[in-house]
């Protein structure tokens, strides 16, 4: 199967160009010929199967060989080798838990993803490839961890001094070896800039193989579906199937579920869970797609203007604006209103909610309030621990540290201090 660019200007590609290349030359994102189908009888039997099966059958059409099978079915076994339970939180509200990987995000699954099928592309060449990357915060810390020790790939992450939480921070800071930490006395959207900047400067890109991680790339996007299945797995009532809530900054996680839902799994209605950022959510209401300023939030990985992915969300449903209307519904929930949930999920039900988690969680409440009789899940993004100074306020209680993140905490930050100027991070990357 090949990929073609969404901006339409530029040659098809294989699996393996797209995940090299991250975007089009065209500047356009890549998307599937073909929206491959799983077998009926993955989806019939599908507490038969093993997570890694599923897996491995949903990604293997995308891939068009590039990986051998074994291969490919060692990276797909250890993207998710770690649990993702579905948890059942009120008497038709679950919370699908993807924060049990590495650094307890769900960008895990995306991230590990890639640096294997990045690893697997530049082994046996003597290119060694530089993985750039801006982080807000949770990105980073996926990147990092997806590609430690991966042999042949070198990353390189700017982050905004002091603008990400204590956990985010040691996550990209303490790994060493082929991480590198760069702290920038700036905000994230400087780092974006300077990443821009690096893309974009033919001597620098002489010298070195640049690559982007970011959400676009179609190993981080595709790899997502999975734990869609996975829910699917778990889900009870199979003849009612649930309708998803997914908390959306980028899009790409919600695009994905909506992939695998157009490939045969069966989900009744999709919720685009927003913050103050609603560009969609006003778009499902007026058809006009308006992006804005980016509104800082308490689920700040989800404070994005102008959703990347959406464009893939759009070419999914052909452009057809009441067919998407139809499948996917969004609010936007306040900072106050996300506050109120954690406390009162947490009061009614003993269940902890982290900001993003929570947004999604009411979002999905206020659809089933007029839908009786559906039944739905939430995706938890991200392990409460990872905001535990917005939880504990709002809960007005200590949480529980996990042994790993204490650990974590305990160890010494390692980072090299930036201006926020491109000129820093051009001779710091000439030294690589
Ligand atoms: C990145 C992120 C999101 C948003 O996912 P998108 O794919 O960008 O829509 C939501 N929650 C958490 C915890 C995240 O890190």
Redesign the pocket.
Known sequence: MQFYSLNKQSPKVSFKEATISGQAPDKGLYFPEIIPQVRKELIEKIENFSNEEIAFEVIRPYMDNTIAEADLFNIVKETINFPVPLVNVTENIFSLELFHGPTL???DIGARFMSRCLGYYVKGSNKKVTVLVATS???GGAVANGFYNINGVDVVILYPSGKVSSVQEKQLTTLGNNVHALEVHGTFDDCQQMVKQAFGDDELNKKLFLTSAN?INVARWLPQQFYYFFAYKQWKEKNNPPVIS?????????CAGLLANASGLPVKHFIAACNANDVVTRYLQTEKYQPGKTIPTI?N??D?GD?G?FVRVLELFKQQFSILAAKVSSYSISDDETKATIKKVFADKNYLT?P?GAVAYLALENYLQTHPGEKGIFLE??HPVKFYNIIESVINDEIEIPVSVQSLLRKKKVSTPIEAKFGALKEILEQQ
């Open positions: 995000a769900f960008k915060g949770d990105t959400s997914v908390p959306s900054g980028n899009f790409g996680n919600i689920s990985a989800m994005v959703p992915n982290d993003h993004t991200a």
